[in-house]
């Protein structure tokens, strides 16, 4: 895993790097740049990845979302990014860290499914939007950075990521579009993405799908967070069922206590809803923290 304090790196630079084979070289000066990336090995996950389920905590009142900025924002690119690990065709993850480091982090992911790419707008958007005061905010373009490059739904094995983690894993077909893999984590990406997350001990995470237009009740979350993010953001929240190995339910039965929320976006954005749906994440960031 590697560290790089960017200082200067340019928006657009990120987003290059984070969607084609890339991986941004060097920590030291105003701007990264993209060099191409050796094969690398992944160590096999550790069996302490699988945790027990967690009981779903009882909802409380919660407080009306706000989102406008106000003193101490930053609009600051990445403080600094983290090549969390390679994809099967050795292409980076890469996340970016925005705002004020501290102990309550918001991850957002813009896709974890190669052909649901609508949520990359919402990143792009949070990429250059002003950060409120007490936010570690980290972008994720994408953990499925093959899947995209080829408009599928799995991994270059054809794995689905979002079938591949340890709770409640069970096998599947080969060659469905479900496809869990050989095993749990067997896949470069999820072993990669896991083993950054249980370093970071996020709060909250938010991982973008497409068509179903909704917030989910994701399986063991709180389910204030969802109610809030939906409110936040104009969306419905709505229950859409739990599914074997998904990354919600692995991560939150984590014993830190985080949240982890699927978000649909539907079959197409507006600007305004990517917009919106920006603001809100910020504003469920801050309340998250503290704020």
């Known amino acids: 895993m590697r560290f790089c304090h960017s200082g200067g790196v340019r928006p657009a630079t990120w987003i290059v790097a984070l969607t084609f084979a890339g991986s941004l070289a060097g920590c030291t000066g105003t701007s990264a740049s993209t060099a191409t990336v050796a094969a690398a090995s992944t160590p096999r996950p550790s069996s302490s990845l699988s945790r027990p389920a967690a009981s779903t905590p009882t909802p409380t009142s919660t407080p009306t979302p706000t989102s ?9 690119a990445c403080l600094r990014t983290v090549v969390m690990g390679y994809s099967v065709r050795h292409r980076s993850l ?9 102990p ?3 991850v957002v992911v813009g896709n974890i499914h190669g052909d649901e790419t609508l949520g990359w707008q919402v990143v792009r958007r949070l990429m250059t939007a002003p950060v409120p005061p007490g936010v570690d905010l980290w972008l994720v ?10 408009h599928i739904r799995g991994n270059a094995h054809g794995v689905d990521e979002n079938r591949n983690w340890p709770t409640n894993w069970q096998p599947s077909a080969r060659g469905s579009s479900t496809y ?3 095993r749990a984590l067997s896949e470069p990406e999820t072993a990669a993405f896991a083993r950054w997350l249980l370093r970071l001990k996020p709060r909250t995470v938010v991982v973008f799908h497409t068509p179903l237009d909704a917030v989910d009740f994701s399986e063991g979350a709180d389910p204030e967070v969802t109610r809030y993010l939906a409110r936040a953001t104009g969306f419905a929240a709505r229950r859409l069922g739990a599914r074997p190995g998904s990354f919600s339910g692995w991560f939150n039965a984590q014993p830190w206590g985080g949240t982890a929320i699927t978000f649909e976006l539907g079959s197409a954005v507006s600007r305004v809803q990517v917009g919106r749906v920006s603001a809100g994440l910020l504003a469920l960031a801050r309340w998250r923290a503290g704020g």
């Open 68 to 76: 406008a900025p106000g003193p101490g924002t930053t609009s600051a």
């Open 94 to 102: 890469i996340a970016c860290e925005r705002g004020h480091p501290g």
């Open 104 to 106: 309550s982090a918001l």
């Open 141 to 150: 373009l994408t953990v499925n950075p093959d899947g995209s490059a080829l």
């Open 180 to 182: 869990s893999g050989s």
